[in-house]
């Protein structure tokens, strides 16, 4: 591994939940969204913070992939989650370690081992 990796894994997720967010927002967040855009055309992009929804209100879990403790915090920090919406990931990655592209199903494993699932609820794998 080179040390651009987490860099550009960084881009490409964000590449990723730009195209997949506006399938997942609420109505409500779609309303936000557009007053973020209003204010920033009136008030400037420069003066106004670009909008970035609140991941925990279009989806109820997340599989992210325990690639390492400094990952997993970074995606923590940067799609703004709370550390209880994380724990399966961090719990993975101490119980399992890095085992590749398997940990996002070790995630969910460890989600509905807790018994936190129901029907009609959304998981994100990342």
Known sequence: LYKELPTEASIALEHCLQKITPQI???????????????????????????QP???RCVNH??????????????????????DKMMPSFANLKDYGNT???TTWYSW?????????????TLMQV
């Open 54 to 56: 609140d991941f925990t």
């Open 62 to 83: 997340f599989c992210m992939h325990a690639g390492g403790y400094a990952i997993l915090k970074g995606i923590q920090k940067g799609m703004r989650l709370p550390a």
């Open 25 to 51: 927002m609420t109505w409500g967040q779609y309303a936000e969204a557009a007053v973020n855009i209003g204010k920033r055309k009136w008030y400037g992009e420069d003066k106004v913070e670009s909008y």
């Open 100 to 102: 590749s592209s398997s």
């Open 109 to 121: 494993a460890y989600t509905e081992t807790i018994g936190d699932i129901k029907k009609g609820h």
